[in-house]
């Protein structure tokens, strides 16, 4: 699923070629990608781009008239830039955006399609689609650890809740958990202080590393390379590969689709983590699938 990181690079490019330009049609091919029918779809044709902002994991596209387009991709969902319309209209697309200045294709691999697509009017309609998690980059240490220790969640099931923290998922909750040097399964009202700061800095760092990776990558090119599962990540994706601290072997947890990638030496103190107290403790604690986590409404 992209996160933060992969977000942040695509508005980014994606304001260098329709900011300002007029969206001139939609056309969706999946029925199951739209999920509002006021304000309808048309609605949006014929108006100009003016604003570009992430909501969490979503891409809001803002017109003129104050209306928005919000977008999330989820697992599968991947966007693709064509200078050319003829270029776009070639692919299995589930939606086709066709601006002034070219054309954003969505496609969304597998047979579940999961994407979604709203439209809705100003920022109440944006505020209804957020799940207030922290933005992490806007808030100080002290509005970090209530958040954080408001219930008493695994961490990597509060890194990952978009009602607690905006922006993370699988893939970076994995490489944050290490680079703090943190258990994925510490429960998040047994922190101490110390670890609070050392898990906040290890938030920002991490997201302004791969921020930067991202940009570095993509260059002037529209991003499409966006996966979950990158070579130079240090444990996500890496089960059975030697930490790039310690060398000792990555290991992971699996609950339902959910995943989780750490090193026993550097995060656990040495114990591998598997246990019947560690099922009982994610069958509490761990929704079965992503998706799940992602449509949390609102505490």
């Excluded at 969206?23 to 029918?37: D, G, K, N």
């Amino acid at each position: 699923m992209p996160e933060l990181p992969d977000i942040v690079v695509y508005i980014e490019a994606l304001e260098r070629r329709i900011q300002g330009s007029i969206l001139e049609r939609v056309r969706i091919a999946s029925p199951f990608l739209l999920r509002t029918a006021v304000p309808p779809l048309s609605s949006v044709e014929g108006k100009k781009i003016v604003e570009l902002r992430r909501l969490g994991k979503r891409i809001c596209f803002g017109l003129e008239g104050d209306l928005w387009l919000v977008l999330h991709l989820m697992i599968a969902g991947r966007l693709h830039w064509y200078d050319e319309r003829a270029k776009a209209a070639k692919g299995r697309s589930v939606a086709v955006f066709e601006f002034s200045t070219g054309s954003l294709t969505l496609t969304e691999a597998g047979t579940q399609k999961r994407a979604s697509l709203h439209v809705v009017q100003g920022e109440a309609g944006l505020d209804n689609l957020n799940p207030g998690g922290l933005e992490i980059f806007d808030a100080a240490t002290e509005e970090f650890a209530r958040a954080l220790r408001a219930r008493n969640h695994t961490l990597k099931r509060a890194l990952t809740d978009p009602r607690i923290l905006s922006g993370i998922g699988n893939a970076y909750s994995d490489e944050i958990l290490f680079e703090a040097k943190l258990s994925p399964f510490t429960l998040t009202q047994k922190l101490t202080d110390k670890d609070i700061e050392q898990l906040f800095a290890a938030i920002k760092r991490t997201l302004t590393d791969w921020v930067e990776r991202l940009r570095s990558e993509a260059k002037d090119r529209f991003p499409e390379k966006v996966t979950a599962f990158r070579p130079d990540m240090a444990t996500h994706g890496k089960y059975g590969e030697p930490c790039p601290r310690c060398g000792s072997k990555i290991q992971r947890i699996r609950y339902g689709s959910n995943e989780t990638n750490y090193c026993p030496t550097c995060q656990t103190g040495g114990k591998l983590l598997a246990d019947r107290a560690l099922s009982r403790l994610l069958k509490e604690d761990w929704p079965r699938t992503p998706e799940e986590l992602e449509n949390l409404g609102r505490r």
